[in-house]
């Protein structure tokens, strides 16, 4: 048996007035991920461990098998790894996003939708101007880059840009939690200002301030950590003899990285909505056709959410249905070799918050010869009826490396 996860990042959501009080997933229009419901055994998963924040990097990581409190060390060394950056023991990696600051508030955790050409630009630009033998700025993609510092210390609350829209930026500065930790969060305060100094001068932002557009003129770090030490997917489930990761962001490719996964790349895949589903898809089969296990990871519905995007959060959903998920199902049905289909989101990003939610997420597996449950339709509250019932962080991978 081999087996696919299709994970629609942030895809899950809460009820909508405009909607009737459905959700997304209740009122989209999503045949093939309905079929995989009715053919198949759903339920729900907790995906964030208590005392953790609601991240990507968290739920992704539990969702593959992973003891959080084992293997925890924030985005910035995952994002590293994804890049090729090889961390020195005494180093601290943390995510550095580009955003967009109006009147003292945080308007966009992205840049106003950055080019990866741009961001790159923006990100040479600082580290002509702020790097030395301790700072370090790397590209990333788009408005998702790297910021290393030598000797940092990891005991410092950040907070995550894309939970606080509207919100002032000053009191979200970097605090730390111990006092030895005091100076990394100075030099971090100290560098997220000079960068609100650096980057309105930048020929970029003159540009986009003259054309009406929003500036990509703050850098915000956040989600720190030292080198992880995680097990690869092979020694922690020994029915996994080979994989791959296909993902158009560093945080999931970085996972990858050290869960030992091959990382694919996909031409025309963004992390928007307008990445390439057909190519992500056509690469899920190709790999499946070698490999044992493939994890595909889908952004554009998280991005969506938190833009508060109804419409545009609709559509990735849907097209996710029917651009990708219906062409691996229909491929693998033809297969001699079993393949099991898991599909789920990592957390929720609902329309109306903008935020990561830590509730938990529906999900369905599927197999030819499955007996199916009762569940006729995939969505947050049809599953929770389903035959897993709640099932806990690991238990999920754990439950679908079980059939074989």
Not at 22 to 48: C, F, H, V, W
Not at 177 to 204: C, G, M, W, Y
Not at 332 to 356: F, G, S
Request: aromatic residues 6%.
């Amino acid at each position: 048996m081999k087996h696919i996860i299709i994970l629609g990042d942030g895809m899950a959501d809460l009820p909508v007035e405009r909607l009737g009080g459905k959700t997304l997933l209740q009122y989209a229009n999503k045949p093939i991920m309905d079929k995989l419901a009715k053919e198949g055994r759903s339920g729900r998963l907790i995906t964030i461990p208590e005392g953790f924040p609601p991240g990507s990097e968290v739920a992704n990581t539990a969702i593959l098998g992973y003891d959080l409190n084992k293997v925890y060390e924030g985005r910035g060394p995952l994002e590293a790894a994804s890049i090729g950056y090889e961390m020195e023991d005494d180093e601290l990696a943390l995510r550095c996003n580009i955003i967009s600051l109006e009147d003292e508030r945080i308007i966009t955790h992205n840049g106003g939708n950055l080019k990866t050409k741009d961001g790159d630009m923006l990100i040479q630009y600082l580290n002509e101007h702020l790097g030395n033998e301790r700072v370090k700025f790397l590209t990333g993609i788009q408005y998702r880059h790297l910021l290393i510092i030598k000797g940092g210390n990891k005991h410092i609350e950040c907070a995550p840009p894309h939970d606080h829209p509207n919100e002032e930026w000053r009191p979200l500065l970097v605090k730390a939690t111990v006092p030895e930790a005091q100076e990394t969060a100075d030099l971090l305060n100290h560098l997220i200002i000079r960068s609100q100094e650096l980057l309105p001068k930048h020929p970029f932002n003159i540009e986009r301030a003259k054309r009406g557009e929003r500036q990509a003129n703050s850098i915000w770090p956040w989600s720190g950590g030292y080198h992880p030490s995680m097990k690869t997917l092979m020694q922690l489930f020994p029915q996994i003899k080979s994989g791959s990761v296909i993902s158009a962001v560093d945080l999931i490719r970085g996972i990858g990285h050290y869960a030992g996964l091959r990382i694919i790349d996909v031409e025309g895949a963004t992390g928007l909505a307008d990445t390439n589903y057909e190519g992500k898809a056509q690469a899920a089969i190709e790999a499946l056709k070698k490999e044992d296990f493939v994890f595909v990871h889908v952004e554009a519905s998280d991005e969506a959410g938190h833009d508060g995007d109804l419409e545009l959060k609709l559509k990735t959903i849907e097209d996710l249905d029917h651009r990708l998920i219906e062409p691996i199902y229909h491929e693998v049905q033809t297969w001699d070799e079993p393949v099991c289909i898991a599909v789920l989101p990592d957390h929720l990003t609902p329309v109306e918050k903008r935020i990561h939610v830590g509730e938990p997420v529906p999900f369905v597996i599927w197999h030819k010869g499955i007996v199916p449950d009762d569940v006729q339709q995939y969505d947050e509250v049809s599953c929770a009826s389903g035959f897993y019932g709640l099932l806990k962080l690991q238990e999920f991978m754990h439950a679908l490396m079980s059939i074989s």
